[in-house]
């Protein structure tokens, strides 16, 4: 089965990252990973594959995937991290590229990403590097990669010096995001994803938002229905911002929202059990609306039904909701100050006018900032 014959099975949808030379799509459905073999073979360079996950995913849905590639007669290495944000760090890189040369991986030969973004980031930088460039199919397990981070091709490993900081814009060649693996994902991660479903809504689509309020929960405890809803919608969405502005000169920084408060506080916890990215960027949205409302530009209820709809699901909605971390208003302004987004020495945010009309700004001076900052943290 190929990709554009699979797409025609009508429990598949299909979205295209529509990028000249390096356009790709997204297949999003149930049981693809059982069906990846057969969707691969006639698009691989080579029949012989490496994949990268983690220990988690590895335990639950490795052997699916191999025994798909197997029936396909497609050969494969594994290479296995341990889960977590600590493996988006440059040892765990450093250890992929060796373990990656030591078995030979050819140029031909494409990587697999099967896990969540912290696979997706880790190999997609990998596969960037390796040998100056090989292909990469991403299989996302989590949510948050479902509708995010397997899409859009920013890689990228954390330094010591805050997030994200080394990477580069690499598309992957295919999608498959398996609605099916979800139903293992446990409810934390879920959550996690779901901020960043919530965040298409508030950047650029009313009507998403609205929809997320009626509609949330049932993402949330598993309607495969609404799951492909949700995954599609956000999906649609993040191609078409990236198709505009794949490197991030001008609009595609939307997808920032929330992202230079949420990778502040992340660098503060040490990318620990703590808080994971979704919780970060769910706290992170509320911090860009209780800013944009404390300068005049949102209504102060689009502030609190946001909130509201967070707190509602379960997810934290205030810094000190964290527990385990000493948190200083002036650190986490440290951190801002290394955001990818900095131009002229000036931090640039994503604030909000209303629900669903978001802008990037690069005005706001830090003393405002800071007193936001202050303002969170305070019990
Ligand atoms: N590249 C991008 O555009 C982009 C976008 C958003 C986020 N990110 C990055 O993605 C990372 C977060 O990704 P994440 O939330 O997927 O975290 P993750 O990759 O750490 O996965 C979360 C946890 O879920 C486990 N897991 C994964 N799939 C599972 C499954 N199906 N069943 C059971 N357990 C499963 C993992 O082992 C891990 O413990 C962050 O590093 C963030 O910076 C990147
Ligand atoms: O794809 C994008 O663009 C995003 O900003 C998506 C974010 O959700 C994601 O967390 C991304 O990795 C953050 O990018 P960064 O450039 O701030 O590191
Ligand atoms: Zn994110």
């Not at 025609?8 to 529509?18: K, L, N, Y």
């Not at 139903?183 to 991660?189: I, K």
């Not at 309607?223 to 191609?239: L, N, T």
């Not at 131009?343 to 007193?371: H, N, P, R, V, Y």
Request: with cysteine.
């Amino acid at each position: 089965m190929t990709s554009s014959s699979i797409a025609h099975s009508p429990a598949v949808s299909q979205v295209q990252v529509a990028l000249g030379l390096r356009s790709y799509e997204i297949l999003i459905g149930a049981d693809l990973i059982a069906g990846a073999g057969a969707i691969l073979k006639d698009m691989i360079k080579n029949p012989r594959v490496a994949i990268v996950t983690d220990e988690n995913v590895a335990a639950l849905h490795l052997n699916g995937l191999q025994n798909s590639l197997t029936e396909a007669g497609i050969q494969f290495s594994t290479f296995v991290f341990p889960p977590g944000e600590s493996s988006k760090s440059i040892a765990s890189y450093s250890d992929l590229m060796n373990r990656l040369l030591d078995s030979r991986i050819q140029r031909d030969e494409a990587l697999i990403a099967l896990g969540g973004g912290v696979i997706g980031d880790l190999t997609g930088f990998a596969a960037s590097t390796l040998r100056r460039g090989v292909d990469f199919i991403q299989i996302p397990t989590t949510l948050l990669s479902q509708v995010d981070s397997s899409v859009g091709g920013k890689t990228g490993i954390n330094a010591p010096q805050g997030k994200n900081l080394i990477g580069a814009f690499y598309q992957p060649r295919l999608v498959l995001a398996d609605i099916s693996a979800l139903d293992t994902l446990p409810p934390r991660e879920v959550l996690a994803g779901y901020a960043e479903v919530v965040k298409y809504g508030l950047l650029g689509d009313y009507e998403i938002f609205e929809w997320l309020e009626l509609n949330g929960k049932k993402v949330i405890e598993g309607d495969a229905a609404a799951r492909i809803y949700a995954v599609e919608q956000s999906v649609k969405a993040k191609a078409r911002i990236v198709a505009k502005d794949e490197r991030e000169g001008g609009v595609r920084a939307l997808l920032n929202l929330g992202h230079t408060f949420g990778h502040a506080l992340e660098a503060e916890t040490g990318y620990g059990p703590h808080l994971n990215h979704g919780e970060a960027v769910a706290i992170g949205m509320i911090m860009a609306a209780e800013l944009s409302a404390s300068l005049g530009y949102l209504d102060r209820q689009d502030c609190g039904r946001i909130r509201a709809h967070f707190k509602s699901l379960g997810l934290p909605v205030r810094v000190p909701d964290i527990a385990g971390v000493n948190w200083n208003a002036e650190k986490l302004l440290a951190h801002m100050r290394q955001d990818k987004k900095i131009s002229g020495g000036k931090i640039t945010l994503i604030l909000m006018k209303a629900i669903g009309d978001t802008f990037i700004t690069k005005t706001i001076e830090e003393a405002d900032i800071l007193s936001l900052l202050q303002q969170e943290l305070k019990e």
